[in-house]
């Protein structure tokens, strides 16, 4: 049950990270595109375009993740059957 447990968190804690990492990667890496603006003038009304998302990056994350927790998870594991 240990075991269980120690991988349920980590995998959690991973796919947070993971997940904060590409949005903060994708966030800096972003450059709008301004030729609309410049050519149109700031008088305009502003329109927001939405999107639908895309479970595949979710599914890819925790794909990545899953195997990095099972990692810890025998790494801190080992540890612990070592120590005693």
Known sequence: MKKVALFSVSFILVFIL???LSGLFFTLTYTPDLTGIMSAGYAQETTIITRQQSIMPS????VLAAPIAYFIMKKVTWVWSSAK
């Open 18 to 20: 993971l997940q904060l």
């Open 59 to 62: 599914l890819l994350m925790a």
